[in-house]
């Protein structure tokens, strides 16, 4: 069984099979991870063809059998590594694969592989304040929902926003005395009021139970998360009500992190992928595969959990989205109002 490290310790991980082939040993480190494969000797020729993700490896050892080690040392940032929370656990996924042929022929074999950690419980980002942003207590949990800097560091000091600028909106929900949330956004639309009636002209963000429409349209996706019961829409600003007000709705739904299904999900696109993906654990994408039809419950369970209405709808805003010729002019108007003051 394969080793982990995890706060410093290794045990044995005590979750499912971590790589499908006993040839494949994997030692995780601290960001890091060191995989062995050993290949027999026919294939010593090509072990150029082996890759972690889409690294190729770091080193071959030619072994007196003739058989090899082929070996992989990266940093969890490196070869397309998928990290995703569960519970406690912090857990880092990626594929190994040997591919006889160039892309786009599909590889000879493919197995998979996870590093698992302890997910560290002190740390907070600095903006998750209950005075930051919107806050809003609903069935006992309390949802904020802000925009954020563009370093991803605080709440946003302004909300003027240039066209074609991102605009992080970041929502959590405060779980108190519950059992560990998830986060979802299951619905997100901007409009240019407050309040929506039947006549509003809405532009349309998310939809379908948590598929991020704009991801499709623009550049727009979720970012990894660093907690359960948060989540951040990495959104391009729009032409949506440009130079006027507008609001974000977002309906936040506070669900079990350990039930994920057609209808409660995050999921963007990724267009170098050409597929939908789905935040929490990319290798069930398949339940994102609804985002292009319509997504409906299959589980039971779900309904138990409706039945506690743990979601509110939060909204955001003015926020103001300016072109870049309106944004100098305001400048040369307000530089010419100092002057004369």
């Not at 727009?220 to 974000?248: C, D, N």
């Amino acid at each position: 069984m394969v080793t982990h490290l995890y706060l410093g310790v290794i045990i044995l991980s005590v979750f499912a099979t971590t790589v499908a082939n006993a040839a494949i040993q994997v030692h995780c480190g601290e960001g890091s991870v060191a995989v062995t494969w050993r290949i027999s000797a026919e294939f010593v020729p090509h072990a150029a063809r082996h890759f972690l993700g889409n690294c190729k490896p770091s080193h071959l050892e030619v072994l007196p059998t003739g058989e090899g080690n082929v070996l992989f040392n990266y940093n969890f940032a490196d070869c397309k590594f998928k990290k995703r929370i569960k519970g406690k656990y912090l857990i880092y996924q990626n594929e190994m694969s040997y591919r006889p042929h160039a892309r786009p022929k599909p590889a000879a074999s493919v197995h998979h592989i996870e590093c698992v950690y302890k997910r560290p419980d002190v740390w907070v980002p600095p903006f998750l304040n209950p005075g930051s942003g919107v806050s809003h207590g609903h069935g006992g949990l309390v949802f904020h929902m802000a925009l954020l800097d563009e370093q991803l560091q605080g709440v946003a000091k302004t909300n003027v926003i240039p066209l074609g600028s991102f605009m992080p909106i970041w929502a959590s929900v405060e779980q108190m005395s519950h059992q560990p949330l998830l986060l979802l956004m299951e619905e997100c639309v901007a409009a240019p009021t407050a309040e929506i009636h039947s006549g509003t002209q809405v532009y349309p963000i998310i939809g379908n139970k948590g598929c991020l429409f704009e991801s499709m349209r623009g550049n727009a996706m979720f970012l990894p998360r660093y907690h359960s019961s948060a989540i951040t829409l990495y959104l391009q600003s729009f032409k949506f009500s440009l130079g006027e007000e507008v609001y974000i709705h977002c309906k936040l739904v506070a669900w079990d992190p350990e039930v994920l299904d057609e209808t409660k999900k995050a999921c963007h696109y990724v267009k170098e992928n050409v597929r939908w993906e789905l935040l929490d654990d990319p290798f069930q994408s398949s339940l994102c595969s609804c985002c292009d039809s319509t997504c409906t419950s299959r589980h039971r369970r779900g309904l138990e959990w409706d039945s506690h209405s743990l979601s509110h709808v939060s909204v955001l805003g003015p926020l103001i989205i300016l072109d870049q010729s309106d944004l100098t002019a305001n400048k040369t108007s307000a530089a010419a109002a100092n002057s004369k003051g």
